[in-house]
Nanobody, 114 residues
Framework: VQLQASGGGLVQPGGSLRLSCVASGSIVSMPTMNWHRQTPGRQRELVASVNTGGGAYYADSVKGRAAISRNKNTMYLEINNLKPADTAVYSC???????????WGQGTQVTVTP
């Protein structure tokens, strides 16, 4: 199983970004997919999660500004009104229930700066 994250970039404050995460390989059951972010010197933060039924979780730091969605094994995260505090490496993860293992994608850098 492989996860591939993309969509990061350089954005001005107030702008928007849409991140994508594509899971491929021997996937049978992957009920929940997650977005995380991390900045140097800080603990990794769970930003948002989505399950196969469309149920979603958002961290307080992005609630009201983010929308997570999922189409089978592809997950999206759109963040609006980006702030410099959103600058981080964003990575995706998922737990495959048959393999009983978590899989992580490589990070994609999001930089919010004037």
């Amino acid at each position: 199983v492989q996860l591939q994250a993309s969509g990061g970039g350089l954005v001005q404050p107030g702008g928007s970004l849409r991140l994508s995460c594509v899971a491929s390989g021997s996937i049978v059951s992957m009920p929940t997919m997650n977005w995380h972010r991390q900045t140097p010197g800080r603990q990794r933060e769970l930003v948002a999660s989505v399950n196969t039924g469309g149920g979603a979780y958002y961290a307080d730091s992005v609630k009201g500004r983010a929308a997570i969605s999922r189409n089978k094994n592809t997950m999206y995260l759109e963040i609006n009104n980006l702030k410099p505090a959103d600058t981080a490496v964003y990575s995706c993860s998922a737990y495959e229930t048959i393999l009983r293992k978590s899989f992580w994608g490589q990070g994609t850098q999001v930089t919010v700066t004037p």
